[in-house]
């Protein structure tokens, strides 16, 4: 069975401090990778995906950046946080689309993160 | 742009009653319609609605979209204090990309 895992649980860290989280799957190949950002009390807004190695297609203007150095890896970083970064990080994954299929996506447990 | 509305945002019910849960679209390129479930971490998957008027059943949820008038509902019915939850709407658009809606939190007092 497929995981995802998504490593560190919380963080905190000062304004214009890097950062960077990684979240691996397990039990599949190929998969699209998903990075959210959930701000308090807010939906979830896509801010990265990646359909395959060393591609990444960004969805938001913003101090953060993706990176996919393995198939089933992907890193958020950012070189200074800001204020406003703060939130809940959720990394996602799907199987790979074929031409008519649309596949559900699944999350892994969370990086929140507080930047002060 | 994209948008998924989802109402109300806040709704608190006593154990037993029957909640209805409501999400409408527009999306440019609508592929599908997802509802998740998210207690304090990750959201879990609930259904995905490609096809409009067939409803998906688990147990005491079921959903059903309308991809005429844009909008799918999440029932839930004799509710449980395990459904208090943040239920979320959210639609494939395009390349499998999901737009969320803000949300719907659901409290159920015993």
């Known amino acids: 069975s497929q995981t995802i895992h998504q490593w560190p649980a919380t963080l905190v860290q000062p304004v214009g401090s890097p950062l960077s989280l990684e979240c691996t799957v397990e039990?599949?190949?190929?998969?699209?990778l998903y990075w959210y950002r959930q701000a308090a009390g807010r939906g979830l807004q896509l801010l990265f995906y990646?359909?395959?190695?060393?591609?990444i297609s960004s969805e938001v203007p913003q101090n953060l950046s993706a990176s996919r150095p393995q198939d089933r890896q992907f890193i958020l970083s950012s070189k200074k946080l800001l204020l406003s970064d703060s939130g809940f990080y959720l990394c996602?994954?799907?199987?790979?689309?074929?031409?008519?299929?649309?596949?559900?996506?699944?999350f892994g447990p969370g990086t929140r993160l507080t930047v002060l | 742009e994209d948008k998924v509305v989802q109402s109300p945002l806040s709704l608190v019910v006593h154990e037993g009653d029957t909640v209805t849960l409501n999400c409408s679209y527009e999306?440019?390129?609508?592929?599908?319609l997802l509802w998740y479930k998210q207690e304090k971490k990750a959201p879990t998957f609930l259904f995905m609605l490609?096809?409009?008027?067939i409803e998906k059943k688990s147990g005491r949820l079921s959903s059903i979209l309308d991809k005429k008038e844009l909008f799918s509902i999440l029932n839930i019915t004799a509710t449980q204090t395990g459904d208090s939850a943040v239920y979320l709407c959210?639609?494939?658009?395009?390349?499998?990309?999901?737009?969320f809606g803000q949300g719907t939190r659901l409290t159920i007092n015993p």
């Open positions: 996602a994954w799907s199987v790979t689309r074929y031409s008519g299929t649309y596949n559900e996506q699944f």
């Open positions: 039990g599949t190949s190929n998969p699209n």
């Open positions: 990646s359909v395959g190695i060393g591609q």
């Open positions: 999306v440019t390129n609508f592929r599908s």
């Open positions: 490609t096809s409009s008027g």
């Open positions: 959210a639609v494939i658009e395009g390349a499998q990309k999901l737009v």
